[in-house]
Nanobody, 123 residues
Framework: QVQLAESGGGSVQAGGSLRLSCVAS????????MGWFRQAPGKEREGVAS??????AYADSVKGRFTFSRDNAKNTVYLQMNSLKPVDSAMYYC??????????????????WGQGTQVTVSS
């Protein structure tokens, strides 16, 4: 049974940092292409970061502020979020199992999803 369990969300002030974690189980984790998406109220879900093997990719809106990493020994991926802004406030979702040749920020390209963790950034 596939499971993706996110944690690490919370409330911070603008300029602060959070680190999200996603623990995966039930599928081959190593080299799996995974992603982080977010969805704010009234908006569509958007991709913010992706990783295939150890190669990350970032949406322009978070480039230079967010870092996606993975620990294969722990079946865990991380999203380090620095210099947070109020516009970063959203529910953040971990996604997994994208074919490497498919675009990284299209949610339909991922097979598995977590339940999400809330991030709130106040000004």
């Amino acid at each position: 049974q596939v499971q993706l369990a996110e944690s690490g969300g919370g409330s911070v002030q603008a300029g602060g940092s959070l680190r999200l974690s996603c623990v995966a189980s039930g599928f081959t984790f190593r080299s799996n292409c995974m992603g982080w998406f977010r969805q704010a109220p009234g908006k569509e879900r958007e991709g913010v970061a992706s990783i295939c093997s150890d190669v990350p990719a970032y949406a322009d809106s978070v480039k230079g502020r967010f870092t996606f990493s993975r620990d294969n020994a722990k079946n865990t991926v991380y999203l380090q979020m620095n210099s947070l802004k109020p516009v970063d406030s959203a529910m953040y979702y971990c996604a997994a199992d994208r074919a490497y040749w498919l675009p990284p920020f299209v949610e339909e390209n991922y097979r598995y999803w977590g339940q999400g963790t809330q991030v709130t950034v106040s000004s």
